[in-house]
C-alpha cells in the first residue's frame, strides 16, 4: 500500500506534468523512471524489439499529449501502464488484420520470427515457454507476465487491468499450471 | 450422546499463520518455468530512448506545432477554393487572385502570434495531427482506424482497459 508521502509526491509531480512551465523537464523525468518497466510490458505482448520501441515511443507521445486532460482519478503509474496496454493490443490487432490471420495464428508467427530475432537470446525452453504462452487468453498471458516476469503486487495488476485480485489470482494460477504441462509434455 | 473429539493435535498457531504460508506457496516461482524469459535489448537503448522520444516529440509527424504560415496556408488554399464559386469569370479571376496572392505572400507580415490565430480559428493551435502526407489507401484506413481507436480510449482511458477477449479467466 502506497503511504501518504507518496501520494503527494506524485500529486506535486503530475502538477509539474500539467504546467506548461515545468512541464518538459518532468516529462523527461517520467520517461526516465518508467521506460524501462514499459519497455518489458510492450515486449512481453507484442515480442519484437522494434514494434516495442515504436509502441512504446506511441505510448509516451500519448501520455504526453493526454498528461493535461489527466485527472488523477486512478495513480498515474496504473494510467501509463493501461495505455501500454492497450496501445500493444491495438498493434498486434493491426497486424493482425495486415496479415489476414487470427490472434492465435498471429501469435505463432511471432513465436517463429524469435527463432532468427537478435534479441532474443533464449534457447530452447525459453522459445518453448514462448510458444506456451501463445496458447493462453490475451489476460491470463497479461496477469502471469505481469505477476511472474515484472513481479507486479496484485493490487497493483487489478489497478492496471481493472480486474479483482481474486480473479487475478485464479486466472495466475490457471496460466502456471498450462504453462507447466506444455513444457513438460510437448 | 456427547460428540467425540478426534484425538489429534495441531501445532499452536498453525491455523493462525496457515493463509499467510499458503499464499507464499502460492506465489512461489515455479520450478520449471524458466526466470529469464530470454528478451535482450540493443546495448545502450534504455540510456538514449529519452533523447530519442524527445526528437520525436515535437517532429515526425506525431505532433507537430502548427506553425503561424500554415494557417496562412491553409487560408489561402480555402480562398482559392472559393473563387470559382464567387465569380462569372473564374479562370480570369483566378490568375488575379493568384497574382495578388503571391504579392501577398511576399510582402505580408505572416508573423502571427498563436492567440490571434486561434481566436479566429475552431482548430488547436498548439498541435495538430499530421501523419506522413504520402499515405497509400492501407496505410490511411490504418490511420483512421488507429485514431478512431485513440478516441475511444482517451475516453476510456482514467478506467477501462480495451479486451477483445470476453473469456473466463
Redesign the interface.
Known sequence: MENDTTLVAEEDFLVLLQDPATRDKAFEELVSNYQERLYWHIRRIVLDHDDTDDVLQNTFIKVFRNIGGFKGDSKLYSWMYRIATNESLSFLKQKSRKLGVGSLELQEKLVEQLESDVYFEGDEIQLKLQQALAQLPEKQKLVFNMKYYQNMKYDDISAVLGTSVGALKTSYHHAVKKIEAFLTTE | MKKKVPNFKAPEGYFEGFMDRLKDR?DE??S???E???????EG??ES??D???E??PQQG??IQFKPWMYAAAAGIALLLLIPFTNNEPEQNFELAMSELEEYWEEADLEFAAFEISESSEWNPE?LIVENPDLET?ELQ?YL??EL??ED??HL?????????D?A?
Open positions: 502460492m516461482k515455479s520449471i518455468i524458466p529469464d524469459d530470454g528478451f535482450g535489448v540493443p537503448y534504455f530512448f529519452g530519442h522520444l524527445q520525436k516529440l506525431r505532433l498541435t492501407d490504418d482506424e488507429q481507436d485513440l480510449q482517451e482511458m482514467e478506467e477501462d482497459l480495451i479486451l477483445d477477449y473469456e479467466l
